[in-house]
């Protein structure tokens, strides 16, 4: 049973009445009905509303040891309930002793069965950051509440166009514990709801990021931003933000956009926007920075943690323009003035790494770092043994795929009788462009007078990479901060690119079929709200001790399911029981620890009588 809100204007004014509604079976599925009035409960808090439907319903089941026998009110409420219930028109609700009847054990069997694990515990979370109410506060009605949650534990749990979404919702639990009936739901629906999303998509981002503040004691001193693409199936002709660029899923074959988030250093996202496909990281910045402002507010002194894909001295200058501080990795041209600080290996000390909580056996690679500062800036030096592998072998890979095409426009040129300097003078541009990292070590040129190319590899530059294999560089502007505590809030950026990966795999942001841009960005809208759920769960759990990843968590739950199990009785009628299955011991441990219930829902009892008396 649940509490639903009416209301009525009369000569300008407003009344407000609450019903009590009870969920029931009828041949045609789920239906709602009501059960008694309950008349104003304006006074009345919204969260208590929940909590007295139950005792009420607990109270009609016989439950008597479940609600406190000297409340008045609940009593009441149960006298007007069962006299509706008696009435002709109202449907035959026997008593507790009409529930022990004699039941045909062999016709006894199960029907209906449904999804409900990952569901119950995606909805209980919607319900804990309070977003229901986050979007009645952007103006969206209760069945577009209710369909914006759907949708969103569709892309949390098995993430489905919008055109197979509707027969997902219905092989799962949604109906029952949402109180809404999604029998005749139909995927226009679906992108009508999408439409109604996009223009409050800042003003939810923004109350949601408030809430879970609050919820969670988080602390907006941190803000780390970084970058993705998503590409297109199709041509997307009708969304200018559809544009060919640098595919970070290596799919430059196809259309993409850019999609910029903003996350706290707790893991929790503040902001996010999507960009054109072209969109360079440097000029993402600015937009970003108003973003954030206009959903949580900046405040001076807080701390901005970008990629050296931002690092330039013009997108600095506007974060410190703005009161704010920054922490970045640094170009890789600028380590070449720090050789000799990166040699005197006595000044860096080591790290020291606790391991993993979810995996304590890995071993971490060594780091060291050391501070230095210059004209007012804050350096820290750092050099990783792992990263060290990791630039060698990018190095060497690029370099024989380098030379592998030189060498080939090499022979193209000496085949032509007459080769064109222009032409092979954007042929080696074009290499130049595929291989910049090792490129630059080499000289590369086309003899004018013998049509020959030539190129040779420059060896002291050359050298001086290998020397810095390993060695990276961060920046700031804050004097405070050591050496340790500069890297530690860096490597923090890696919060930032654990959401995409999730936004991607298992949340499926990409591809997009959809090809307008206000369902695109919708869609996008939606993997962020799945997410916000997604680093809620696995932030509590984490919490406890428990360190596992939502894909793990939603695959433990698939077998806890809502059924209506059918009891014919050995005078003609039948009772259908809809309830939950008993969770087994992996489905409490996940319960207890998220703290929630074991009850997926209320039993909801259902007679069909026979013509004669039973």
């Known amino acids: 049973m649940f509490i639903r809100k009416t209301t009525r204007t009369y000569k300008g004014r407003a009344y407000h009445n609450y019903l009590l509604v009870e969920s029931v079976r009828t041949p045609r599925g789920p239906r709602q009905r009501t059960v008694c009035s309950l008349g104003n409960l304006d006074a009345r808090p919204a969260g208590e509303w929940l909590r007295l439907a139950h005792r009420v319903e607990q109270a009609l089941a016989g439950q008597g040891d479940l609600f406190d026998p000297a409340d008045a009110e609940v009593r009441e409420i149960v006298s007007r309930a069962r006299s509706a219930r008696a009435e002709p028109s109202a449907l035959p609700a026997p008593d507790v002793a009409a529930d022990r009847v004699t039941v045909r054990s062999g016709a006894v069997r199960t029907e209906e069965h449904r999804q409900a694990g990952a569901v119950h515990v995606g909805v209980r979370m919607w319900e804990r950051l309070g977003l229901d109410g986050v979007l009645a506060g952007a103006g969206l009605p209760p069945h577009a509440r209710r369909l914006t949650c759907a949708m969103t534990m569709n892309r949390l749990i098995h993430p489905a166009s919008e055109h197979a979404m509707p027969d997902w919702i219905r092989r799962t639990a949604l109906a029952d514990i949402l109180g809404e009936d999604f029998s005749s739901l139909a995927d226009d629906a679906l992108y009508r709801n999408l439409d109604r999303l996009h223009p409050n998509r800042a003003a939810i981002e923004s109350g949601l990021a408030e809430r879970e503040t609050t919820l969670f004691n988080l ?65 993402s910045l600015g937009p970003m920075l108003d973003a954030i402002d206009g959903r949580v507010g900046l405040k001076p002194g807080q701390t901005v943690v970008i990629d050296r894909g931002m690092a330039f001295d013009d997108n600095l200058a506007e974060i410190r323009a703005r009161g704010l501080h920054y922490l970045v990795a640094t170009r890789q041209g600028e380590r070449n003035a720090w050789l000799e600080e990166f040699e005197d290996l006595d000044s860096f000390t080591e790290v020291v790494r606790e391991p993993s909580p979810a995996n304590p056996a890995q071993e971490k690679s060594r780091v060291r770092v050391c501070r230095r500062e210059a004209d007012g800036v804050t350096y820290v030096l750092c050099l990783s043994d792992g990263r060290a592998e990791k630039d060698r072998a990018i190095r060497e890979k690029q370099e024989a795929r380098l030379l592998a095409d030189l060498g080939r426009l090499q022979k193209r040129v000496a085949a032509a009788a007459h080769a064109d300097p222009a032409s092979t003078g954007e042929a080696i541009g074009r290499i130049k462009e595929r291989y910049p990292r090792v490129a630059r070590y080499y000289r590369i040129e086309a003899d004018a007078a013998t049509g020959q190319l030539r190129f040779e590899r420059d060896e002291a530059r050359y050298g001086q ?24 809030t860096y490597t923090t950026l890696t919060r930032a690119e654990a959401a995409f990966r999730a936004m991607k795999s298992p949340l499926a942001e990409r591809p997009i079929f959809h090809h307008l841009e206000r369902r695109v960005e919708t869609h996008v809208f939606l993997c962020v709200l799945a997410y916000h759920l997604l680093v809620a769960v696995e932030n509590t759990l984490a919490a406890k001790g428990l360190h596992t990843s939502w894909a793990t968590v939603r695959d433990r739950l698939a077998t806890h399911q809502v059924c209506t199990i059918v009891l014919p009785a050995t005078n003609g009628d039948v009772l259908r029981i809809r309830r939950a299955s008993t969770p087994e011991p992996e489905h409490r441990n996940i319960y207890d620890l998220l703290a929630i219930s074991h009850d997926v829902i209320p039993p909801v009892r259902t007679w069909t009588r026979t013509a004669g008396p039973p």
């Open 219 to 283: 602390e907006d001193r941190v803000f780390l931003y970084d970058l993705t693409s998503t590409y297109f199936e199709g041509l997307a002709e009708l969304n200018p933000k559809a544009r060919r660029g640098y595919s970070r899923d290596k799919r430059p074959d196809c259309k993409q956009v850019v999609i910029g988030l903003v996350v706290g250093g707790e893991g929790f996202p503040k902001a996010h926007e999507v960009f054109e496909g072209n969109m360079q990281d440097r000029r």
């Open 465 to 488: 990479a290998r020397e810095l294999d390993g060695a990276w560089m961060l920046k700031t502007d804050r004097r405070d901060l050591s050496a340790d505590e500069a890297w530690r």
